[in-house]
């Protein structure tokens, strides 16, 4: 099932969390969702999960308007928050029981659901135990094991692996990569790496805009990128280089070293170098980082908006 937004805006009160955000992820896809805290990550995962209304643009499931559709769609939904599920009183079955009811899963399908998911997430030493009492790293999976009890084709997840051990990190990756191609995944986390090695895009939002839509792994085809050392000025460097394409800082900020995307080809860059007079030391051709592209995001909008 695809996922469609367009010209999303969501405000509280006086404060806009999502600005004219648009944006649509094939089915299938396995898309990251990246921004600082504030940026409005979360409140666009709620507005897909048909939890919160926009106040002005429109979603589409599969080509349902989510405003029209919103409770068949939910049964095609898996949407695991930042704050983990706390239930004081029923324990990780019966709590999974109860949200399979909740989900309209047959009743005869039920329990073989909730067995497979408590497998799966190994949760079979504290299935008995009351959810609340639970780990961090735990009630993380009992919300995920609650997010994929209804076998959804789009998958919504806000920092999915916070609180889980390292072969936890591990089986939940393998999980997504093993759903990807079958069931629509946009995951919103911190952890740059994580999106690398998973996603097929990185959606970067910066205080409720979408700044950036980048293809990642296989996909990437983009500009070239360059290391250049320099031994000159930075005051003279740095202009010509954001002519010559987009200029990446790099997060040592080693003196005379900079990187470049460009759709230059290296014999090109180096001729550009000598006749603007630089002294060149060394040049390399290098694949750039998701770290080194949204640095470069982050330097040309503070740029722009100087």
């Not at 009630?139 to 009890?149: E, N, T």
Request: proline share 7%.
């Amino acid at each position: 099932m695809s996922l469609t937004l367009h010209q999303v805006t969501r405000r509280y009160g006086a404060v806009t969390a999502l600005r004219d955000v648009s944006c649509e992820i094939p089915a299938g896809q396995l898309v990251g969702l990246l921004g600082p805290n504030g940026a409005g990550k979360s409140t666009l995962l709620r507005i897909a999960a048909t939890l919160l209304p926009p106040s002005a643009g429109e979603v589409w499931v599969n080509g349902h308007d989510l405003r029209q559709a919103a409770p068949a769609i939910r049964r095609d939904l898996g949407y695991l928050p930042e704050a983990p599920p706390s239930d004081p009183v029923l324990s990780v079955a019966e709590y999974l029981r109860f949200r399979a009811t909740l989900k309209q899963i047959p009743r005869r399908e039920q329990a073989a659901r909730v067995e497979r998911q408590i497998d799966q997430w190994q949760l079979q030493v504290v299935r008995q135990q009351r959810v609340d009492r639970l780990s961090l790293g735990y009630r993380r999976r009992v919300g995920l094991a609650d997010a994929l009890l209804g076998n959804p084709r789009v998958l919504l997840l806000d920092e999915p692996t916070i609180g889980l051990d390292p072969l936890q990190v591990v089986e939940t990756r393998q999980l997504l990569r093993r759903l990807a191609g079958e069931v629509t995944v946009l995951v919103s986390t911190h952890l740059l790496a994580e999106v690398e090695l998973l996603c097929d895009r990185a959606l970067v939002l910066r205080r409720g805009e979408l700044v950036a839509d980048l293809a990642l792994g296989m996909t990437a085809a983009g500009p070239n990128a360059f290391d250049l050392e320099l031994d000159d000025p930075p005051e003279r460097v740095r202009p010509l280089l954001e002519q010559w394409g987009r200029l990446v800082i790099l997060p040592t900020r080693t003196p005379g070293r900079w990187r470049i995307e460009t759709a230059w080809s290296a014999p090109e860059l180096v001729r550009a170098c000598v006749s603007a007079g630089f002294q060149l030391c060394a040049l390399r051709a290098c694949q750039p980082t998701l770290e080194d592209r949204l640095l470069a995001i982050e330097w040309n909008t503070l740029r722009e908006a100087a």
